[in-house]
């Protein structure tokens, strides 16, 4: 021992203890891979071969645990030196935060069959609990291990320190973990030694593929090549070719268009290709009577690059296009130019539209009604909520049923943009009416007539497959809502999935972005099936084409776009000539398809019909697309930087120029770190103290974040009011109004604005409208008793001042009203 301590700071006592906490920290790690292996065989049916792949993987975790274990204890010997006698506590402290994170790293793997990396570091810490809290459970089983694990380490340690352990073992012990801790960097999975995806993450270890991956996003911000193209390299003339014309009656007036998102829905559950199919069996039929596009893909892993890739055949920024937020560069969407064509735009999904500032990319194309969970009376009621108090929002059944009490009062004489988001094939596949599905769910696997082994992926999923029928039985639903409209026959649906659904293992490395896609209506000549690949990109430019052809005098077709995609391919033949990269999750734009080739991890495959891929062995040809899939990035990353998407006008340069200058305002005044609510309270003491000025710029900053910020704008009006500019006030207090028409605060700014410009009838009149929402709300009934005292009708007011102070007999305003009242 003597020979290796004399060049460590540690004492004999402490260097024992540095020993004991080793040897635990290696025996737990092999011990928590059991745990995984336990978890994951528990809650999925894994390819055959998967125990060996685990029990291969057990060497090299024994050899990364080593390399660690070789790193902290040259760390503990820094800290020896440093802070003596906090070394070892600081070092476990560490150890003990290190296995919960992996510990909670598995849990989230056991759970959704994916490797949780990068794009972590790309959403919010309410984005990430919402999501964790959806695709992990938090009963014993999951909070056990957390506590376990970490005692086990602690009480370990103790045990080990107390045996006497020879000076030779612990020599031996330091130059076998040394040796071992050099082997890793040989023996670590390399995922060009894995066919699948599934494979590749069953061998890593959870945690150094969690902060390798970290380490490797960090790195490439600062590595970036620079961009040498043309300005605006995606920008160019209309030029899509009208497919759709030829295959659709020409109606007299432009038609509605309907779309159906559905949460999760891949390909691979929808008939042709279907492995888990059976059960969409309305889609399947409806599939039949459709345009329907067989060989279809999604852009991206997971939800936030599905709209701005269907709406605006967009680039994906960093993090997806949505997640530039405020900084979004100016862009087209086939909802702005509908929007701009005299289009009622509407978009309604039962859940929270903040999650990936869907609802900013929204605002941005000016749409006219954004119908979320906040918006839904207390006659619906919303999903289960899971173990934490967290709840997805409302179901589809509620959602497609409460979006026609809209629909019914737009007119059929308008034509509309009609967007449905689908929300229950989603983690963790909460649905009402259980019962039913239940039968439904057992109906349907009688019928399939499974294998023993079939049958089991089934039965190991049984909540997924009832909410996938739910799902299916919900758009049915939707379908038969259209069909009693009289405006049914000049509409298009248009139905997709966002993603394909995770926990079930993917057949190979495209199957995550497979998705299908059909067009049904009453407007159709004939069903057909294009077995040529398209993707969510050539959707937005597809549907202009077809406007501009069959509409062009009442369509505002922009003179440049900048379409990432083309015409969606009509081929009744297998083919393949698109350019789609994808993004795996957020931060990790990984995969890429050219033509018949794709590529992902280094790998090279060719794509084959019914969406499958074989791998190639082509160096050159993988290099030449890896070129090509290196050069969108650089291009990507710089347009969705630098705002060169589109030229912009007057007024957007004018716009540009003035967000610059707010983020400037935020810098020189250490506001940037703030949050929308910091901002606010900031903007409101401001505006108490008579600085408009400042209060508005940081009141526009915050509703740029956050635009259904009700009293954000509410306070915004107001110091316009105070500086009299009464019409622009008025404006924003009617834009709350229009976005939450139940919103009572929004009556009382109206009905003051009105008192200071002595229009008493109309602050009167607004106070009323406010008071019909609820007739209880006191500074309503404050409102409308001032406004009776200024028209001289005494009695009125004096009944309201007696109302509003039954109901809180300390109110200052009601009863500083009331002395006036008696006064005169």
Known sequence: ?????????????????????????????????????????????????????????????????????????????????????????????????FIIIYITLIQYFGEVLVLLGADFWAYEFTEISDTV??????????????????????????????????DFFQNMFLIVIAICGLLSFLTYPSKDDHELELTYALSVNKASYFFGETASHLLSKLTNEEYTGAEYPFMKEPDTEDVLGPLLNKPDNPPNFVFIIVEGLGGTVVNPNASYGGFTPFLDSLSSESLYWTHFLATSGRSFNAQPSIFGSLPYGNSGFMDLGYRMPEHHSLISILDDSGYQTSYFGGYDTTFDNLDLFLERQG??????????????QRMDEIEGGFSWGYSDHDLYDFAFTFLDDFSNNEPRLDIFFSLNFHEPFIIPNTDR???????????????????QTYRDHPELFKALLYTDDSIRQLIEGYKQRQDFDNTIFIITGDHRMVPIPHRDRIDRYYVPFMIYSPLLKESKQFKGVSSHLDVAPT????????????????????????????????????????????NNMADYLSGEYFVSDNRLYKLFEGMLLGEINDPNLKDRIYQEFEAFKRTNRYVTTENKLIELNETQEREFLQLNNEIQFLRDK?????NNSELFYIARDSAFNSNYEYAQILLRHVLRRSPNFHDAR??????????GDYDNAISQFKEVMKRAPDYQDTYSALSDVFYWQGMQEKSLEHAEIGLAIDNTYLPLIYRKARSFYMLGRKDSAKFWINKGLNLDPDNTNLRDLQVQLSEN
């Open 543 to 586: 549907l202009t084409a077809y406007l501009s052809a069959n509409f062009e005098n009442e369509i505002n077709i922009p003179d440049q776009v900048h379409w990432l995609g083309s015409e969606l391919s009509t081929s009744e033949e297998f083919v393949s000539n698109k350019k789609i990269p994808f993004m795996r999750t957020k």
């Open 367 to 380: 749409i006219d009604l954004l119908v979320n969970s906040s918006r839904f009376p207390d006659t619906y």
């Open 1 to 97: 021992m003597k020979t290796i301590l004399n060049y460590l700071p540690f004492s004999e006592h402490e260097f024992k203890n540095v020993i004991a906490t080793m040897i635990t920290f290696l025996l737990l790690g092999l011990l928590i891979r059991v745990y995984e292996v336990v978890l994951v065989s528990q809650n999925f049916t894994l390819p055959e071969g998967s125990f060996m792949i685990y029990l291969k993987a057990l060497v090299p975790d024994l050899f990364l645990f080593s390399f660690w274990a070789v790193v902290l204890i040259l760390f503990w010997a820094l800290l020896t030196k440093v802070i003596p006698n906090y070394a070892s506590k600081n070092i476990k402290a560490l150890i003990v935060l």
């Open 670 to 674: 250490n506001l940037t770190e703030l």
């Open 437 to 455: 599905f239940d039968r439904l769910y057992e109906q349907r696997l009688q019928r399939l007539k499974l294998s023993e082994e079939d049958m």
């Open 714 to 723: 509410l306070l915004h009006g107001r110091t316009m009011a105070w500086s």
């Open 133 to 166: 809290s959806t695709s992990v459970s938090f009963g014993f089983n999951e909070i056990a291990p957390l506590i376990f694990f970490p005692l086990m380490f602690i009480y370990g340690t103790k045990s080990l320190r107390k045996l006497q352990l020879s």
